[in-house]
């Protein structure tokens, strides 16, 4: 197997290369079997694997449907997160695939947006770290993960052509952050090409995305393989830097592009270099198979989708102590969606599951329970009687389990809620059964948030779409068996007019502008202030923890504290390190995370937890630099539970050579050069010289002149002489050194 990619490059005539470029048909990339390069076999991903034999998408193999990656990215766990990329990649490899469609990372401007179920979090960071981990898991059984979808690709609405319009900092420190992570971590076997165009260009044709940001920046070297159907201009495409189109047949692109080659349009270079990453996809596709298929356990896996659903299930609140529920009461569980769970969203990442998830049963293991649907979406007066029968049993229950899911086309890929609100006829239920019955538990299986307007059930806990594990995730999570490890990786604002995209999501038709900047997720709410009905971050838990004595080490970027498990069950906690910086020389949120740490603790047991902060923790892209930089300034880390429950505050001096705060030079203002250490005393004296200090009527405008100005315009103009000024001149030009 000494075949490289170049030898076999070397090898191929141009019909051959050509033919490498577009998948074979919806799935596979055609190999070259003269060559001894089987066609190799791609597939959705990401919370599982999605073969399908046939072209029936329904008949597809069943596989371990994991929790949803809104929910795995509530477990803040990348080393979980990582043990269900190694499961997947496990059950990939015993299907014969070579290359998972996961993860997905696109960010999340609004929760309207229809596949946030897909995306880990609204923060960068954790999407970037998990992301990372559950790449490093599938690739480490020899099957290629594929990051999608690249870029800026945050709503379903006209989703194949809408144009996304970013500022050049909003992309790199929120959208592109997740993919730099991941790849510089990782190193994924491929890059999806989003459908969509940011700022006037697809990301499948985009030299600028693909060669300059993705290549050059961030050092990929895998393929480029375009999002389904993306591809309108084949030449243009692989002009650009796409290596491979999918699906395929595509017989009228190929002949473009043999067009383009023999008339000089498109460089033979261009394409080899294509092609040699195809060719580089095979030969790993290839000697992954020629290993042994690994040993596949569904009942672990089915055991680590359970886990990753507790983990990831978060308890949002529990005012009376509800949680978790007292053996041998009467329990009454109302919601259709109890009998049928809401595990997994609907599109593309929808699967066949190797084990039927049910709720129902798990809870008859463990109580005497008794059942009613409450609600009937199609049928107004059976919707009342339900609705009245399960008030009546409510009352003679001990507790009741109410399960809340979305509405028919929530969470699903191709379209984009148009409200936050729970469907009416669950809604109608939910209120009335809460006012009869306080002892309500609320479960929402929804892969975002909700807007519960106003609804205070007894305890509140938000199950996510929790995978085929999902029922018996929460029956655990209610008796106690396990906790609901989860914390929220997105806000829950109070309403949609709060939502940080508001009036800008999903845009007007051809355009979608991304105003809000990097003030996304809790970047907006805290910078705002603007009260949540649940903040980043938060989750209750069974019990309850101090933070203590908290220090850092600059050199290390270590934040060192300890956590002591105050309660009486066991249980985890998720560390939260926020950087604030004080006086900014650009705006900068009021905080973002910076580093976060899982800890396991038993009851009275506490601990020196280690936190070490992103290598880019104090980093802000500088538009004007054109790069990432640091200031050098006063801030503050943050150590907390949730965005807005910060329990230690520790002062930093951070120290950076950057050039990011310039000095102010003839155009800029008199108020700036005031402002700035290196040139506030010359200016005084300048003013003082020029008779215009602070006692002067015209200050304020004074403040507000262009240095040039002040001495070319105005102070000639009223009357001081040549002289005078030359003085104040030659004392200003003094720090321009
Ligand atoms: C989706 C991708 C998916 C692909 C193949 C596209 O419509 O956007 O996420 O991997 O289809 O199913």
Redesign the pocket.
């Known amino acids: 197997m000494s075949d490289t990619a170049d030898a076999l490059l070397a090898r191929l005539d141009r019909e051959e290369k050509i033919r490498l470029l577009t998948g074979r048909d919806?799935w596979h990339v055609p190999g070259v079997e003269r060559l001894g390069l089987p066609p190799v076999t791609?597939?959705?991903?990401?919370h599982g694997v999605?073969l399908s034999r046939t072209l029936d998408l329904r008949e597809t193999e069943p596989a371990t449907v994991f929790p949803v990656a809104a929910v795995m990215g509530a477990t803040f766990d990348p080393d979980l997160i990582e043990q269900v990329g190694e499961a997947i990649g496990r059950e990939a490899r015993r299907l014969g695939v070579a290359v998972l469609?996961?993860p997905?990372i696109n960010g999340k401007r609004s929760p309207l947006a229809g596949?946030n179920f897909?995306y880990y979090s609204e923060d960068p960071l954790v999407s970037g770290r998990l992301a990372a981990a559950f790449v490093r898991g599938v690739q480490a059984q020899g099957v290629g993960a594929?990051l999608?979808?690249f870029v800026a690709?945050e709503q379903e609405t006209r989703?194949f052509v809408i144009d996304t319009r970013v500022d050049v900092r909003a992309l790199q420190e929120i959208y592109l952050r997740p993919f730099a992570l991941a790849i510089r971590e990782a190193r994924p076997w491929m890059v999806?090409a989003?459908?969509n165009q940011v700022n006037g260009e697809p990301c499948w044709a985009s030299p600028w995305l693909l060669e300059t940001v993705l290549r050059r920046q961030l050092g990929f070297e895998g393929v480029v393989v375009s999002?389904?159907?993306a591809v309108r201009d084949k030449v243009a495409a692989h002009r650009a830097g796409l290596d491979l189109e999918?699906?395929g047949p595509n017989p009228e692109g190929e002949a473009a592009l043999r067009a383009a080659l023999e008339r000089g349009e498109l460089d033979e270079a261009e394409i080899d270099a294509r092609v040699r990453r195809v060719l580089e996809l095979l030969l790993r596709a290839r000697a992954a198979a020629e290993a042994a298929s690994p040993e596949v356990d569904f009942e672990a896996h089915h055991a680590l989708a359970r886990t990753v659903a507790e983990r990831g299930m978060v308890l949002l609140e529990d005012a009376q102590g509800m949680l978790p529920l007292a053996p041998g009461r009467r329990l009454l569980i109302v919601g259709r969606g109890a009998e049928r769970l809401r595990f997994q969203g609907g599109?593309?990442?929808q699967m066949n599951p190797s084990r039927t998830p049910e709720l129902l049963a798990a809870l008859r293991e463990r109580a005497a329970i008794d059942f009613e649907p409450g609600h009937d979406p199609d049928d107004p007066e059976r919707d009342r009687e339900l609705r009245a029968r399960a008030i009546a049993k409510a009352l003679d229950a001990d507790a009741v389990v109410l399960c809340l899911t979305g509405g028919a086309l929530d969470d699903a890929?191709?379209v984009d809620r148009k409200h936050l609100f729970l469907p009416a006829d669950q809604r109608a239920l939910a209120t009335a059964l809460c006012a009869a019955q306080p002892r309500t538990v609320a479960v929402l299986f929804t892969g975002s948030a909700v807007d519960l307007q106003g609804l205070r059930p007894g305890a509140l806990l938000w199950a996510g779409l929790p995978g085929q594990a999902g029922g018996e995730a929460l029956a655990r999570v209610l008796f106690g068996e396990a906790e609901p490890g989860g914390r929220l990786a997105e806000s829950w604002p109070r309403c949609l007019a709060h939502t940080p995209a508001h009036g800008f999501f999903p845009g007007d038709r051809e355009k979608v502008e991304y105003r809000e900047g990097v003030f996304v997720g809790y970047r907006h709410y805290d910078s705002k202030a603007l009260p949540v009905a649940y903040p980043f971050g938060h989750g209750l838990g069974y019990t309850r923890f101090d933070y203590r004595d908290g220090s850092y080490e600059a050199a290390t970027r270590r934040v060192t504290l300890t956590v002591q498990n105050i309660g009486a069950r066991a249980g985890d906690t998720v560390v939260q390190v926020y950087v604030h910086a004080r006086a900014p020389y650009r705006p900068k949120p009021e905080h973002w995370l910076a580093g976060f740490a899982r800890v396991h603790l038993a009851p009275g047991e506490s601990r020196r937890v280690t936190v070490t902060l992103a290598e880019d923790a104090f980093a802000h892209y500088d538009e004007a630099l054109g790069r990432f930089a640091v200031e050098a300034g006063d801030h503050e880390l943050r150590i907390g539970a949730s965005s807005r429950d910060i329990r230690l505050r520790l002062p930093v001096t951070v120290e950076s050579t950057d050039p990011v705060r310039p000095r102010p030079g003839w155009r800029d203002t008199v108020e700036e050069w005031l402002a700035d250490a290196r040139t506030a005393a010359a200016m005084r004296e300048a003013l003082e010289l020029l008779g215009c200090d602070a006692r002067s009527p015209a200050y304020s405008c004074v403040l507000g002149f262009h240095v040039d100005m002040l001495l070319d315009r105005f102070a000639p103009g009223f009357g001081v002489d040549a002289e005078t000024i030359a003085a104040a001149r030659a004392r200003l030009t003094a720090t321009q050194a």
């Open positions: 919806a791609l597939t959705d991903g990401p999605r469609l996961g997905g596949r897909e594929c999608k979808h690709n989703r999806m989003a459908y999002d389904w159907g999918m699906p599109g593309s990442s890929e191709g």
